[in-house]
């Protein structure tokens, strides 16, 4: 559930950061910072030093400097759209000068205070200066002024915020991921323990075990892949990385949280195997004994019927009565040699794993549930093994109830009538389990 909700999560807010970027901004950070932000962590390091590092006048002049260079991006695609050659100079700090167009110089204010303007032209008076629409009143007379009424000081200043904030959530969209863990965690512990299958400390141990390494694994993993991501290409590619990376560390965290979550069952698990093999090791032991005693009982009719080696030429009722009954006898005795085959093959699957399922030893479940169901063995030693068994099983499903795994437990204490015998087939683990 995690990785799927992180995904959702890390998906919207790179969407998100990615449409609050504008190209003509992030161009605009390139050009006058003059280090190189072709990758995502310098230009992620460039916003948070000038941005949002520092004191509040440093940062504001940061702020109004970019917009400056924004502006000249802005009024560059335009007059670029309108068939002029545009070029920017060497230098962001160009002195007299932002844009050269069709080869003359040309300065670009995008400002609010008509003074900063007429400071220009007092400064150099053979540049023109394109301005933007809200300077137009102004100097409405003056054909040095150019006006472009795309320009927009507000524009302007909102694209830059976006774009700022839009690195700045992108940079940090990974630390959410924790936070939804958090939150799916707490309300998945906290449905356990109005079911009465967890406690309050179990429960909270539990959610720091989600948030440490389903939360912490995502969050590594969206750094890891923002950073790969965002040095190929750029905010685009950081989004990418990001998201896979922050499900890629969520599956690997919830795998981890499962196996420490788990712990207890697997310990379990362990114990139950072993048991089921211990007793699956006794039942020919118990079946040579059973039909040792079955051959018994043929003696034994043999001598109370008073048959004798001579009864077969003179058939009684009495005769055809031993025979009927040894018949039924040795049919029983030949099925239970049949099981002595059938278990050495489920001994040899304990080893191989060739026929467990999930985890279990299925097959010697199923000698054991036989076993109980025959019912006929007095073996002492086979029912300690089964008592053990049935112990087992039960502290099984207990452990997987309590981790939500099944609905509910397969037996609730009940035992056979017999007190020193196990329970009867339902001790055998549910099969989702």
């Not at 509910?408 to 017999?418: D, E, F």
Request: proline letters at 4%; one cysteine or more.
């Amino acid at each position: 559930m995690e990785p799927a909700a992180v995904a959702g999560v890390t998906a919207y807010d790179a969407v998100h950061a990615l449409a609050m970027m504008d190209d003509r901004v992030l161009e605009a950070m390139d050009f006058s910072s003059e280090l190189g932000l072709g990758t995502f962590n310098r230009l992620s390091d460039y916003v948070h030093d000038h941005f949002f590092a520092g004191e509040a006048a440093s940062i504001a002049g940061n702020i109004e400097r970019l917009q400056g260079y924004t502006a000249e991006q802005i009024v560059a695609a335009h007059l670029a759209a309108q068939g002029h050659v545009v070029e920017f100079p060497d230098t962001p700090n160009q002195e007299g000068w932002d844009l050269l167009v069709d080869g003359h110089p040309m300065q670009v204010k995008c400002v609010m205070d008509p003074d900063l303007i007429r400071e220009h032209l007092e400064r150099f008076p053979d540049i023109p200066v394109m301005v933007n629409a809200e300077m137009g009143q102004y100097f409405a007379d003056n054909s040095r002024v150019i006006v472009d009424k795309g320009l927009l000081h507000s524009q302007v200043a909102e694209h830059v915020h976006n774009t700022i904030q839009g690195v700045h959530a992108l940079d940090s969209m990974h630390f959410h991921v924790p936070l939804v863990t958090l939150a799916l965690s707490t309300v998945r512990e906290g449905v356990r323990i109005f079911e009465g299958r967890t406690d309050i400390f179990e429960a909270a141990g539990n959610v720091f075990v989600d948030v440490a390494c389903v939360g912490g694994g995502g969050w590594l993993g969206g750094k890891v892949g923002l950073a790969l991501g965002g040095a190929v290409l750029g905010p685009v590619g950081a989004a990418i990385g990001g998201i896979l990376g922050v499900v890629a560390g969520a599956i690997l965290g919830r795998k981890v949280a499962n196996s420490v979550r788990t712990a207890d069952l697997e310990m379990v698990k362990m114990r139950l195997n072993k048991a089921v093999y211990e007793a699956v090791q006794l039942v020919p032991e118990a079946i040579e004994d059973r039909i040792a005693a079955l051959e018994g009982r043929i003696a034994s009719v043999k001598r109370r019927l008073k048959i004798h080696f001579l009864s077969w030429l003179w058939p009684s009722r009495r005769y055809l009565l031993f025979r009927e009954i040894k018949s039924r006898i040795e049919e029983r005795i030949g099925k239970l040699h049949e099981k002595v085959a059938w278990v050495a093959e489920i001994e040899k699957a304990y080893h191989d794993h060739s026929q467990w399922q999930n985890g279990l030893y299925k097959p010697g479940f199923e000698v054991c549930k036989w076993a109980i169901e025959e019912g006929r063995f007095n073996h002492p030693r086979l029912l300690d093994a089964l008592k053990k068994v049935d112990t087992c099983a039960r502290q099984f499903a207990e452990e997987a109830w309590k981790l939500g795994l099944i609905p509910s437990l397969p037996w609730h204490g009940r035992r056979a009538a017999s007190g020193d015998r196990p329970g009867g087939p339902e001790l055998l683990p549910p099969a989702c389990v």
